[in-house]
Each structure stands twice: as structure tokens, then as C-alpha cells.
């Protein structure tokens, strides 16, 4: 029993673990392009859970056809934060742009408690259970890391592939250069943060599927999400994913040999350890 049990919290927390690696890809995405740290991350998740949750409960729609609209809204939230926010700061000083995004942050979380107070919402939607011998998964749980896989993947080949994607890596790399052969920078940087935001908004709908929420409940995965980027290195795109799965592991396996207290203790320990240890990650901080 004691291995079935071992067995079930690590996958469990494997599949939760994909979902967090998509949240902090979107925060390590925008760091990579304009070495931008995104402090409203946390709140713009909040939003992409309530946003499933009203296109279910309101608009009647199945929460993977909301989950289009969440993405949707994500990525125009996006490049409205850079255009009113990130735009005048992005070579100021990082105490700047860090004081820009942390005032989005807390005019999103006030609105957003103005309007929906801090109740928990709770999306049920039920997709059964899988089952693979002694271990039984909720489908929801399931799909939300299929999905998040898929999203990664689709960004993988936006970057690699399409011409886009490819002004993008340009921008990062160096912009400077990428102006002078004639790629506008300027909508680069607002589609990155649109799409780095996208990515957040559309992890939240992930966790919405299968966790209760608040609207302080973006702050907890924007804290996640800084260990997950830290652990893989910052601007690493595939070190958020790793990341993320490790985190992922730690939630879902330790609670079988000790109190789920002990979870956040040994995810911020690891945090300062990695930092201490390994400042660019486990997988070196990239572009």
C-alpha cells in the first residue's frame, strides 16, 4: 500500500507539475526577450482563472472552449500591460520596470477583489478517473497537463520555426542589431509580453479545472513560479518546464513521508540553495 500510495502522489504531482512549468514559462519568456521581471504574473494568472470559470458558469461554454477565450484575452492583456506600463520603463533601471509591473499587480488584485471579494470558486468539472493498476488519476488533472504540454510544444515551434518566432529569438539576442536589419522591435517586445502573459492566463485556467481559487490565489503560483525559473534558470525556456516538474514532484511526493507543511519549507529551502549553489539554475539561465 505504502508503494501504491508513493507511486500515485508522484505521478499526480508530475502532471500538476507540467501546469506549473507553463506558468513559469511565460514569466521566464518575457524575462529572456526584455529582462523584464513580470511582478503582475500572479494576478494575470487569478484572471485566467476566473475567466474559465465565468465562460463555464456564464457563457455556458465547456471549459476548453473557454480556455480559447482565456488565451485570447491573455495575450491582448499583454500588450495592453507592455503598451500602458512596460513600454516607458524597459530600459530604465529594474527597480523601474519592477515598480511598474508590481502596480499592475496590485490594480488588477484590487478590481478583482471589488468585484468578485475573496470567496472560493470551485470549477467542477468532472472528466472521471483513469486508472492504470493501483493508480487512479482525475481526467481533468489529465487533460490540463496534456494541454499544457501541447501549449509548450506550439511555442517551441512559434520560436523555431515561423518567421515571427524567429524575430522574436532576434530581439533577445540582441536588439540593437535586430533593428538595424530592419525587424520593428517595438511590436516584438509588446507580442513577447502578450505572449508570455497569454501563457500565464492560459496556466491558470489549467489549475482552475481541477483547484479551488481565489482572487489572491495568483500570488501563491507567481511565488511557484519564481522557484520554477530559479531552479531551471532564468530565461531558459526548457528550465521552466524542468523546473516546474521538480516543484511538481516535491508537492506531490513529500506529503506521503512527512506533513504537507513541511511542502513550501523544502520549495523555498531548495529556492535559497539553488541560488546559494547554482545562481543560472540547474540548467543555466539562456536567451
Do not use: C
Not at 82 to 96: E, F, G, S
Not at 223 to 235: A, Y
Request: charge should be positive.
Amino acid at each position: 500500500m505504502w508503494s501504491e500510495t508513493l507511486l500515485a502522489s508522484t505521478v499526480d504531482g508530475l502532471l500538476i507539475g507540467v501546469v506549473y512549468g507553463l506558468a513559469a514559462l511565460g514569466l521566464t519568456l518575457i524575462f529572456g526577450v526584455m529582462n523584464v521581471v513580470n511582478l503582475a504574473h500572479g494576478p494575470t494568472m487569478t484572471l485566467g482563472m476566473f475567466g474559465i470559470y465565468l465562460s463555464a458558469t456564464k457563457l455556458g461554454l465547456h471549459p476548453f472552449a473557454g480556455l480559447v477565450l482565456v488565451a485570447a484575452g491573455g495575450l491582448l492583456l499583454g500588450v495592453g500591460i507592455y503598451v500602458v506600463a512596460v513600454k516607458r520603463v524597459i530600459d530604465a533601471p529594474h527597480l523601474a520596470s519592477l515598480l511598474a509591473t508590481f502596480s499592475v499587480n496590485l490594480m488588477i488584485v484590487g478590481v478583482a477583489t471589488a468585484i468578485f471579494s475573496t470567496s472560493f470558486r470551485n470549477l467542477s468539472h468532472d472528466l472521471g478517473v483513469l486508472r492504470a493498476g493501483p493508480i487512479a488519476v482525475p481526467g481533468t488533472r489529465v487533460a490540463a497537463a496534456l494541454l499544457a504540454v501541447a501549449v509548450a510544444a506550439a511555442l517551441q515551434v512559434f520560436l523555431t520555426r515561423t518567421r515571427l518566432g524567429k524575430y522574436v529569438r532576434a530581439v533577445a539576442a540582441n536588439r540593437a542589431a535586430a533593428e538595424l536589419v530592419g525587424i520593428p522591435s517595438a511590436r516584438v517586445l509588446a507580442l513577447s509580453f502578450g505572449i508570455g502573459t497569454m501563457l500565464a492566463a492560459t496556466a491558470g485556467g489549467l489549475i482552475a479545472l481541477s483547484l479551488p481559487f481565489t482572487v489572491l490565489s495568483g500570488g501563491v503560483y507567481e511565488l511557484k513560479s519564481f522557484v520554477i525559473v530559479v531552479l531551471g534558470g532564468l530565461g531558459n525556456p526548457l528550465g521552466a518546464l524542468v523546473g516546474g516538474v521538480v516543484l511538481g514532484l516535491i508537492e506531490g511526493i513529500v506529503p506521503v513521508f512527512a506533513r504537507a507543511t513541511w511542502v513550501p519549507v523544502l520549495e523555498y529551502g531548495l529556492f535559497v540553495l539553488i541560488l546559494l549553489v547554482r545562481p543560472s539554475g540547474l540548467l543555466g539561465g539562456g536567451r
